[in-house]
């Protein structure tokens, strides 16, 4: 149960020396929701989307760092919006966005990369995934496949598979992350529709898997409020996924965290707990009932991007390691995230955390020159990094 | 292609010292001019058209990401469309240096407040924060539009669209907003907006 009183008061406070003529409060915006007193004349909003190309010169590839050996350069840029990747089987990575409503496509020639716009005029499209040659594109509760998309980079011709996965409509949290899983299922997650809310329980909260023509619908975890970014362990093929913390608990609560799916269908937490942190505006559950995640990642760092390093070019600590892109926070001072992180298991199997390419944040100014968003790995070894703010794909590389 | 321009544009950020801005509100002028923006949107960027929005003294960001919304087809209105059509970045962060450049005011033939719009209008306006975004004296900042000094009857209008999802933004923060307010709630906000200095 949501605590009526709780927001209540809320409201009061913000409304010193005005009677309220209604008995009835409009509930508080999504955003807002669940939002404790003290923090009612909070300054903070989130911060501005760019939608416009950011020239070379001004994207901060120089004031990048990462580990000893490792290098970046820029790899690409002049797309607005650059957030997830995936790569098709001729070479062309796909790059979907949020706000622009493209999806990108480029191609390297070798020299330099060639950057076209695949798809422009839908909602959100930020899912993108690749099988057999066709992409894939989930848009806010659309998904849509292109067939034999290399060969028609120019005229693509998309088939709408929407009414056969039947998302919901709620625009809020409605943009996603997609992937084809080992067992060749599009997994699809759907978050809430709100900042903190009970919702019906095999709508919202989930991550969800089809075969690729939208039949079949199968649970794989619950009580995930939002969560894009996942990847599939390239050995045991077990599910990991990133999952963001409610807004508005305070600069420390909750914590965005990470997990790994060890039975289908479990429940993780939503709306009752997160990352360990039990919600006060919810009653109902406890913490100690979910299964606790594997990793704490920060309050509000956002992680996007979540991806296994399949190549072999980095050094042996790196394969397999999984590396999540931190967007960065909008609803806490001072700023967190900004940075890639890497994960690893160290001695007795612990997960171990790292950053691995930072820069993005400046803490004496509290001020950020980029966005990590989506990762990919290369055929080569390399590792792609977009950056949302800047339109711009970064790629790592390691020097022998 | 683009990727071989890196090292010239590398050396010529390293020549000037002070680079150049990458808007310019005379440009912004001349293009407003060529594409008859006034011819809508009011001499001064002051509309005298129903349901027309001022952009005087709009926040430039929130002006360039419209035009761009416009240009791209995510928020749809007929009469835009033309005036959007082919914009270059540059043009649109052009119009909006231009555009939020001039003094912006409220409408001179407003009308006195209603006392009981006024009213509901902050009550909601308090209980949905609008002045966390909007700032408090309601002129805006960066992507965030000043929603002083604008049409009421624009503003009436364009709440009303966020609401029933008909309005596209670069994000769903104002649709989730103003969900389930009534025809009165948005016609009480509206006028408490139009009527902030």
Known sequence: MIRRHLLGLAAAVALPGIALAQQQQPAPPAWAQGRPAEMASSPLAPHAPRLTVTPPDRIPVNSLRVPEGFQVELWAHGLPGARAMTRGPNGTVFVGTRGIGRVYAVRDNGQAREVSTLMSGLDQPSGVAVRDGALFIAAMHRVLRIDNVENNLQNPQPTDLTSAFGQAAEPHHGWKHIAFGPDGRLYIPRGVPCNICEVPEDRFALIESWNPDGSDRRIEARGVRNSVGFDFHPRTGQLWFSNHGRDWAGNNNPSDTLHVSLRRGENHGFPWCAGGFQDPAVEGRLCSEFPPPALILGPHVAPIGTHFYTGTAFPEQYRNALFVALRGSWNRAPLSGFEVIVVREGENGRLVRESFLTGFRDDANQRFSGRPAGLLTMPDGSLLVSDEDNGAIYRVSYRR | ?197
């Open chain 2, 1 to 197: 292609m683009r990727g071989a321009m890196l090292p010239a544009a590398a050396l010529l950020a390293a020549a000037f010292s002070f680079p150049a801005p990458a808007q310019d509100a005379t440009r912004g002028a001349a293009v407003a001019e060529a594409r008859q923006c006034q011819a809508c949107h009011g001499p001064q960027g002051r509309s005298e058209i129903p349901e027309m929005p001022s952009l005087a003294g709009q926040q430039e960001d929130f002006v360039t990401m419209q035009l761009i919304l416009f240009r791209e087809g995510l928020r749809r209105v007929p009469a835009m469309t033309e005036a959007a059509r082919g914009l270059t970045d540059t043009e649109a962060q052009d119009l909006a240096a231009y555009f939020s450049s001039l003094p912006s005011g409220p409408k001179p033939d407003r009308g006195s407040p209603d006392p009981a719009l006024m009213a509901r209008g902050g009550e909601v306006a308090a209980s949905r924060n609008c002045n966390a975004c909007h700032l408090p004296n309601f002129a805006g900042r960066a992507n965030v539009p000043r929603v002083n000094h604008q049409r009421e009857d624009y503003l009436l209008h364009t709440l009303t669209e966020y609401r029933d999802g008909v309005r596209v933004g670069a994000d769903t923060q104002m649709n989730g907003l103003l969900y389930g307010l009534t025809d009165y709630d948005l016609r009480a906000v509206a006028h408490f907006l139009a009527h902030q200095e």
